[in-house]
């Protein structure tokens, strides 16, 4: 697993300072409906700091047979190519893995809005939804979108961060809450996955809410869709 991690990050790294150093290909999307603090995305892009915390939904959802290596995956509001390199690392082809952001540096990449997609219907046999929600001003039209790019029987992986009602309170009233219909209505649970893809949900095949509600942590999905 370090070594899975060491390489891709290395990967991601070279590519990274190429296509924004010495190419100059970072791209912005202009379509910004819907979606919620595009200058914040921008400035993280421009770090060049991936984390690993997409591998707690990656990971999962490779074990599920029906992902292979012939599965076709796109990752929305992947950010980073890192997403893409885990995904190739655990056995899908290079070939059949996009990502797509409103910001991309790299081909790999797509440009777009979850809201309002390019992509034809039932596209993809697994749409990744790792910790994008939050910046979507209207989660009922992103879900619509993103079952009607997955095939019939697809899997659609959804992580976000959790935070304790309370947290939440705070961050609306100082100004800091980046998240969909405010504190109240914030998306963070499995149920909650449920109710905003219903009825599209057929079989869940991972859940993970919170053991703790009082702390902050992560809440992530994986299930099939029926159309």
């Not at 790999?108 to 939804?129: F, K, S, T």
Request: one cysteine or more; proline letters at 4%; hydrophobic letters at 40%.
């Amino acid at each position: 697993m370090l070594q899975l991690r060491f390489v891709c990050r290395l990967v991601f790294k070279i590519r990274f300072l190429y296509f924004t150093k010495i190419k100059r290909s970072l791209r912005i999307y202009e379509d910004e409906r819907e979606v919620l603090a595009m200058d914040v995305s921008t400035r993280r892009v421009i770090l060049g700091r991936p984390n690993n915390r997409i591998l707690r939904l990656i990971r999962p959802l490779v074990s599920i047979d029906k992902i292979d290596g012939n599965s076709r995956i796109v990752s929305i509001g992947c950010r980073y190519e890192t997403d893409l390199l885990y995904l190739c690392a655990y056995g899908c082809d290079p070939r059949k893995v996009r990502g797509m952001d409103m910001i991309s540096y790299s081909s790999w990449i797509d440009l777009g809005n979850m809201h309002h997609m390019d992509y034809p219907d039932n596209h993809w046999d697994a749409v990744v939804l790792g910790w994008v929600l939050a910046y979507s001003n209207n989660p009922r039209q992103a879900a619509k979108e993103i079952v009607r790019v997955t095939r019939d029987g697809g899997l659609i992986a959804v992580s976000v961060t959790y935070q304790p009602p309370e947290r939440l309170r705070q961050l609306e009233k100082d100004g800091n809450l980046i998240g969909n219909a405010g504190a109240g209505g914030r998306i963070q649970t499995v149920q909650g996955f449920r109710n905003l893809f219903e009825p599209h949900v057929r079989h869940v095949y991972f859940g993970h809410d919170v053991s703790d509600p009082t702390r902050p942590g992560w809440c992530l999905a994986i299930f099939s869709i029926k159309k």
